[in-house]
T-cell receptor, first 117, second 114 residues
Framework: GENVEQHPSTLSVQEGDSAVIKCTYSDSASNYFPWYKQELGKRPQLIIDIRSNVGEKKDQRIAVTLNKTAKHFSLHITETQPEDSAVYFCAARRVNAGGTSYGKLTFGQGTILTVHP | DTEVTQTPKHLVMGMTNKKSLKCEQHMGHRAMYWYKQKAKKPPELMFVYSYEKLSINESVPSRFSPECPNSSLLNLHLHALQPEDSALYLC?????????????FGQGTRLTVV
């Protein structure tokens, strides 16, 4: 099955700095890569996603890049703010044997991001 | 409406109790999921329903019994749980099909087994 590795497990930055979190996946059939932010005691919330036919996507201070050949993707947060502090999970979705997809996600282990004022 | 609603928010149950977790969405999604999340860990998939049929069971113990009575509702029936089953149980929903779409998560039910 799919295996997603995420690094680093913790990341501490100063407000205004950039933060980068990296993930690798094992299943070359994976074609959808979302990033979730989870604040303490709350639900995971999608912050950005990328599909396998795109190499980069940006949404304001957040960007994601995908290298299908190397099977890795990264989250970039610029101009970090204290409210960006949370656990971030990358995920990969693999298409099932029938070629359709139910959105089954395999998650990375998470990165605890702390942004210091 | 992009909400997935889960009830109850918190649940404490004994090992001999029977309880149910409920999940509801009105986004027209035909895939619904149960995930289990332990503290400081990622969500782990338990079950997937597609068009109200169980399509994936990730080798979950039979003390967890899912049910999908209609396209908007998803239940998880609990019986004879163990303390190690204490966790945050998350429901999610998404569209079905080749066009990859995001999974929307509910707020979760924090379950404590005593």
């Amino acid at each position: 099955g799919e295996n997603v590795e995420q690094h680093p497990s913790t990341l501490s930055v100063q407000e205004g700095d950039s933060a980068v979190i990296k993930c690798t996946y094992s299943d070359s059939a994976s074609n959808y890569f979302p990033w979730y932010k989870q604040e303490l005691g709350k639900r995971p919330q999608l912050i950005i996603d990328i599909r396998s036919n795109v190499g980069e996507k940006k949404d304001q201070r957040i960007a994601v890049t995908l290298n299908k050949t190397a099977k890795h993707f990264s989250l970039h947060i610029t101009e970090t703010q204290p409210e960006d502090s949370a656990v971030y999970f990358c995920a990969a979705r693999r298409v099932n044997a029938g070629g359709t997809s139910y959105g089954k996600l395999t998650f990375g282990q998470g990165t605890i991001l702390t942004v210091h004022p | 409406d992009t909400e997935v609603t889960q009830t109850p928010k918190h649940l404490v149950m004994g090992m001999t109790n029977k309880k149910s977790l409920k999940c509801e969405q009105h986004m027209g999604h035909r895939a619904m999921y149960w995930y289990k999340q332990k503290a400081k860990k990622p969500p782990e998939l338990m079950f997937v329903y597609s068009y109200e049929k169980l399509s994936i069971n990730e080798s979950v113990p039979s003390r967890f019994s899912p049910e999908c009575p209609n396209s908007s509702l998803l239940n998880l029936h609990l019986h004879a749980l163990q303390p190690e089953d204490s966790a945050l149980y998350l429901c999610a929903s998404s569209q079905v099909g080749r066009s990859n779409t995001e999974a929307f998560f509910g707020q979760g039910t924090r379950l404590t087994v005593v």
